[in-house]
């Protein structure tokens, strides 16, 4: 089992920053394989926002490629997403996913919103 919990969302003016942080914890921590973040904004599906392999490959979607950085903390299990130059269209609820191979797992998310 993998419990992950978010922390770091509120709300900003465009062209601010935020930081993300996903803490993972619980047996199956050890097994991770992916962590990484997705969002769902009102009437829209869940999409992926970057992603961090074990080996500490990166991926991001070409939406926030050169504003968000992703970056893991191994030692405390924690991953970050480093939020700048944000955009009203980054409001969404930001969902923090980890992935072991045999099942996926997802915290409760954490609602970001950028004003104008």
């Known amino acids: 089992q993998v419990q992950l919990v978010e922390s770091g969302g509120g709300m900003v003016q465009a062209g601010g920053s935020l930081r993300l942080s996903c803490a993972a914890s619980g047996s199956g921590v050890r097994l991770i394989n992916v962590m990484g973040w997705y969002r769902q904004a009102p009437g829209k599906p869940r999409e992926l926002v970057a992603r961090?392999?074990?080996?500490?490959?990166?991926n991001y979607a070409d939406s926030v490629k050169g504003r968000f950085t992703i970056s893991k903390d191994n030692a405390k299990s924690t991953v970050f997403l480093q939020m700048n130059s944000l955009k009203p269209e980054d409001t969404a609820v930001y969902y923090c996913?980890?992935?072991?191979?045999?099942?996926?797992?997802w915290g409760r998310g954490t609602q970001v919103t950028v004003s104008s």
């Open positions: 961090i392999t074990s080996s500490g490959a990166e």
């Open positions: 996913h980890a992935n072991t191979f045999t099942r996926d797992y």
